[in-house]
């Protein structure tokens, strides 16, 4: 039985079996430099302050950005959750205000070469966080690569981060059309969330959605949503060059404020509602068994 089936059987096994899910929101962006980790990091506090309990997910195995930011070094990530066996709760570091993140390291280069005990271990311990958490925020890296496109593809809700640079609004768009055309995407089955980062004015942000909506619509035949903007504020800046978290350490700053209504649209909004709604488990399946299929 090759892997892809293994992980079919998993997914009809999960399936059958009615549990609570935790709420995953996978963040993205056609490049990198425009502050995605940094909108993972602040979400995540803005929710907990709302009382939500948060995991975020670091899949930007290139540079690690949330660790930067929570100025800790995790003792373990997914690789020794595969490797040696270590378990679910071994793999979360404690972040502040109890956010809890999980470092992919090189773990998720390797998900397409796992064995059958591996693969069924592996979502068995990716199933209970759902126990531990009300929102999952899988922190991408930035670009096209098949990890991020595969994540994106699983993932019934996605915040497309985007700029108004026109390098920023091209790479955005080259990553829509990229996912528009990838195997096993369904626009109907995911909601894309455009977040306006680095502008002036509410104004500037919504002309930045308008742009690439109009776009998506006219040669993709999809539409997005627009879920707000993150002003260019000092005091992000600030806390960015001394890798703080400007939600913790200027909570009354505009781009604080901000973060804060994000984190209130997404829980008290109708953003998502319409979509399917499928836990990490069923998420790590899917994306295990896309990668089982190209070997």
């Given at each position: 039985?090759?892997?892809?089936?293994?992980?079919?059987?998993?997914?009809?096994?999960?399936?059958?079996?009615?549990?609570?899910?935790?709420?995953?929101?996978?963040?993205?962006?056609?490049?990198g430099g425009v502050g995605k980790s940094?909108?993972?990091?602040?979400?995540?506090?803005?929710?907990?302050?709302?009382?939500?309990?948060?995991?975020?997910?670091?899949?930007?195995?290139?540079?690690?950005?949330?660790?930067?930011?929570?100025?800790?070094?995790?003792?373990?990530?997914?690789?020794?959750?595969?490797?040696?066996?270590?378990?679910?709760?071994?793999?979360?570091?404690?972040?502040?205000?109890?956010?809890?993140?999980?470092?992919?390291?090189?773990?998720?280069?390797?998900?397409?070469?796992?064995?059958?005990?591996?693969?069924?271990?592996?979502?068995?311990?990716?199933?209970?966080?759902?126990?531990?958490?009300?929102?999952?925020?899988?922190?991408?890296?930035?670009?096209?690569?098949?990890?991020?496109?595969?994540?994106?593809?699983a993932s019934p809700e996605v915040l497309?981060?985007?700029?108004?640079?026109?390098?920023?609004?091209?790479?955005?768009?080259?990553?829509?059309?990229?996912?528009?055309?990838?195997?096993?995407?369904?626009?109907?089955?995911?909601?894309?969330?455009?977040?306006?980062?680095?502008?002036?004015?509410?104004?500037?942000?919504?002309?930045?959605?308008?742009?690439?909506?109009?776009?998506?619509?006219?040669?993709?035949?999809?539409?997005?949503?627009?879920?707000?903007?993150?002003?260019?504020?000092?005091?992000?800046?600030?806390?960015?060059?001394?890798?703080?978290?400007?939600?913790?350490?200027?909570?009354?700053?505009?781009?604080?404020?901000?973060?804060a209504e994000l984190a209130e649209k997404?829980?008290?909004?109708?953003?998502?509602?319409?979509?399917?709604?499928?836990?990490?488990?069923?998420?790590?399946?899917?994306?295990?068994?896309?990668?089982?299929?190209?070997?």
């Amino acid at each position: 039985m090759d892997q892809a089936q293994q992980l079919r059987n998993v997914i009809k096994q999960k399936n059958q079996e009615p549990s609570k899910n935790a709420r995953v929101i996978t963040v993205t962006s056609g490049k990198g430099g425009v502050g995605k980790s940094n909108i993972s990091v602040n979400l995540a506090v803005q929710l907990t302050k709302m009382g939500k309990k948060v995991i975020i997910f670091d899949a930007d195995f290139g540079l690690a950005n949330v660790e930067v930011m929570f100025g800790m070094l995790p003792k373990y990530n997914l690789s020794d959750l595969i490797y040696q066996r270590k378990t679910i709760r071994d793999i979360i570091t404690p972040g502040p205000m109890g956010i809890g993140f999980i470092s992919g390291g090189s773990g998720i280069l390797s998900l397409n070469n796992l064995y059958r005990e591996q693969i069924l271990y592996m979502v068995k311990c990716i199933e209970e966080l759902n126990d531990l958490a009300d929102f999952i925020i899988i922190d991408t890296g930035a670009g096209i690569s098949d990890q991020v496109m595969e994540f994106v593809v699983a993932s019934p809700e996605v915040l497309l981060v985007t700029t108004i640079e026109p390098s920023s609004l091209t790479d955005a768009y080259s990553l829509l059309k990229a996912l528009y055309r990838y195997p096993g995407f369904t626009p109907e089955g995911t909601s894309i969330h455009v977040l306006s980062n680095k502008v002036f004015s509410v104004e500037e942000g919504k002309a930045v959605y308008e742009k690439i909506n109009s776009v998506v619509q006219q040669f993709l035949n999809g539409s997005l949503d627009y879920i707000g903007m993150i002003p260019s504020d000092t005091e992000l800046e600030k806390s960015v060059r001394q890798q703080k978290i400007v939600s913790i350490q200027s909570p009354n700053s505009r781009s604080a404020k901000a973060f804060a209504e994000l984190a209130e649209k997404l829980v008290d909004g109708n953003y998502g509602e319409s979509k399917a709604k499928w836990g990490i488990s069923e998420i790590f399946s899917r994306f295990l068994t896309k990668l089982g299929e190209k070997k």
